[in-house]
């Protein structure tokens, strides 16, 4: 199977501020990452998908990169409703594998 | 607009078997992969493995082979998940998502929590 490692698992941060989470592939997955946003009680909401594709209604202050193993999810200026848990997945292999979270707070 | 909604919580003893339901609206439900995840308290994601709703094939996760088996009723637009041999550790929410062509997941269900507990 593949790992997935994000880091950090957490991070407290202030509105407006530019915030990178950083998701590590045990493998190359080419560009087969996708992100997800999940607050809590809800399910998990698409961000950007095959890496740096924009899920259509997604605020531009979102951004994806990366390819190979090495993979950034960028949030340019953190707003209120960005404190959620973000999570990476590959779908380049079954079983598809999840990083273990990243939870954003308010600092 | 596109819909997936799920059936009610479920309260189950160790040893039994639970079926979630999967109701889609808003789109050609052949159409697209489902796939199920679950999350279990305080926990992360875990692919379970996907139905292709057009033809019945299926792909398990190896962890969940031989316990859970995914089916589709197409008249109704709508998938199931049954997992059995329930242990205390299968206590979580269980959501369905539709693929897509490199498999990823958008939507999902709004999630049904599936308790196992003597």
């Known amino acids: 199977d593949i790992q997935m490692t994000q880091s950090p698992s957490s991070l407290s941060a202030s509105v407006g501020d530019r915030v990178t989470i950083t998701c590590r592939a045990s493998q190359t997955i080419i560009s087969y990452l996708n992100w997800y946003q999940q607050k809590p009680g809800k399910a998990p909401k698409l961000l950007i998908y095959?890496?740096?594709s924009f899920q259509g209604g997604v605020p531009s202050r979102f951004s994806g990169s990366g390819s190979g193993t090495d993979f950034t999810l960028t949030i340019s200026s953190l707003q209120p409703e960005d404190f959620a848990t973000y999570y990476c997945q590959q779908s380049y292999s079954t079983p598809y594998t999840f990083g273990q979270g990243t939870k954003l707070e308010i600092k | 607009q596109v819909q997936l909604v799920q059936s009610g919580a479920e309260v189950k003893k160790p040893g039994a078997s639970v079926k979630v339901s999967c109701k889609t609206s808003g789109y050609t439900f052949t159409g697209n992969y489902m796939h199920w995840v679950r999350q279990a308290p305080g926990q992360g994601l875990e692919w379970m493995g996907w139905?292709?709703?057009?033809?019945?094939?299926?792909n398990y996760a190896q962890k969940f082979q031989g316990r859970v088996t995914m089916t589709r009723d197409t008249s109704i637009s709508t998938a199931y998940m049954e997992l059995s041999g329930l242990r205390s550790d299968d206590t979580a929410v269980y959501y369905c998502a539709r693929g897509w062509e490199l498999n990823w997941f958008d939507p999902w269900g709004q999630g049904t929590l599936v308790t196992v507990s003597s």
């Open positions: 095959a890496a740096s």
């Open positions: 139905i292709n709703p057009n033809s019945g094939d299926t």
